[in-house]
């Protein structure tokens, strides 16, 4: 990927903090910055693929995500729900903990700086008379249906935001998916025919050639593959020529990184094929520079309502910053885990944002009295 385009991913990724800075804490809108939030996330990633001739390569890979993701829902759904209550759980307990007014583990201090002291606020200080100035002033009844979309639909959209288009941008084409867990599945010799991705060899079919069966034949016998990498970014995923592939470990790939994973080559549009250095050799550095930015940018935006919600809370916002940093690259894990996969990360991020559904309906419908 060009640094151009680098730079243009970065861009985008910082859409969602900018539409922020101008409808939270600038116009006080926070409805409209959700509503407007939601359309960059539809928008921009369609317009985005069409401006650069992607649009039909990001098309294949999201029909492929999305059927990796029916495929595996039963498997992945006891844990996601699982993690998702034991996120609620803890959210609603910190949340009550640590208010400001009636929190047993919330604190405030002075704090020496140069040319005076400043409070430092270790508690969560959001207020019930405040809200209107946020544009949250609605009937409650209205404020509960705002609620139960957020907590529906919000953790899709930006799962698919996040964790899967500027993740899928950000990955080199040059590196595997640091998160599939393909490789146990190769060594352990589990491959086979994947008749979505090998179509045909020249004109013949995958296999019926002296060539493509004698390959397939010693990659049985040999019960692993030399190597796995995936496909350019830029470039479609191929028609024509014969490929050995590993289904599961394809799909993982595909769930992890957005490459489609190819046993010992590179498939290139007109059958080419090309060799590509082992990625277990790379991986640590491969995608953990474009997962912490990922993280970071989605971090970033949470700062600007944290810290206008909160009157002003430094402490918080920033501490709020860190834990999200921290959150978003565990559901870049959890994405590439079989296990848990992108259903886990949509259903624990819709547990977070329960939490704080919850911390807006207790200052608004009083749910729970201060500790005594």
């Not at 004109?203 to 050639?209: D, E, F, I, K, R």
């Amino acid at each position: 990927m060009g640094a151009r385009q680098v730079l243009a991913v970065i861009l985008i990724g910082l859409l969602p903090t900018l539409d922020m800075v101008i409808f939270i804490a600038w116009l006080h809108r926070a409805e409209i910055a959700m509503g407007v939030f939601h359309l960059l996330m539809l928008s921009v990633p369609v317009l985005y693929a069409k401006a650069s001739g992607t649009a039909a390569e990001k098309y294949r890979y999201l029909c492929r995500l999305l059927q990796c993701q029916k495929e595996r829902l039963l498997r992945q759904l006891p844990a996601a729900l699982v993690i998702c209550l034991i996120t609620i759980v803890g959210g609603c307990l910190s949340y009550l903990l640590f208010r400001c007014e009636g929190g047993p583990l919330g604190f405030s201090m002075q704090v020496p700086f140069p040319g005076g002291s400043k409070e430092l606020k270790m508690c969560i200080s959001l207020y019930a008379e405040e809200l209107p100035n946020w544009g949250l002033g609605y009937p409650k009844w209205l404020l509960f249906i705002f609620g139960t979309y957020f907590v529906i639909v919000n953790p899709v959209f930006e799962e698919y935001f996040w964790r899967v288009f500027l993740l899928y941008e950000l990955a080199s084409s040059q590196r595997a998916s640091e998160f599939a867990p393909l490789c146990n599945d190769i060594e352990q010799g589990g491959i086979t025919q994947d008749p979505q991705m090998s179509k045909q060899k020249k004109g013949g079919p995958a296999g019926s050639s002296t060539e493509g069966g004698q390959q397939q034949g010693d990659e049985e016998k040999s019960g692993s593959a030399e190597e796995a990498v995936g496909l350019d970014k830029g470039e479609s995923a191929p028609t024509g020529g014969a490929a050995t592939t590993d289904k599961k470990a394809g799909e993982a790939d595909l769930e992890a990184g957005g490459a489609v994973v190819f046993l010992g080559t590179v498939q290139r549009p007109g059958g080419a094929e090309e060799e590509e250095e082992d990625p277990e050799l790379s991986v640590a550095s491969s995608l953990e520079p474009h997962s912490l930015l990922v993280s970071c940018l989605y971090g970033l935006y949470h700062v600007v309502v944290v810290y206008c919600l909160l009157r002003g809370n430094a402490t918080i916002a920033l501490l709020a910053f860190v834990g999200l940093v921290a959150v978003g690259r565990f559901w870049i894990f959890c994405r590439g885990t079989v296990s848990l996969g992108l259903t886990t990360a949509i259903i624990m991020h819709g547990g977070v944002d329960v939490c704080v559904v919850f911390g807006i309906a207790d200052v608004v419908f009083k749910l729970v009295p201060p500790w005594s």
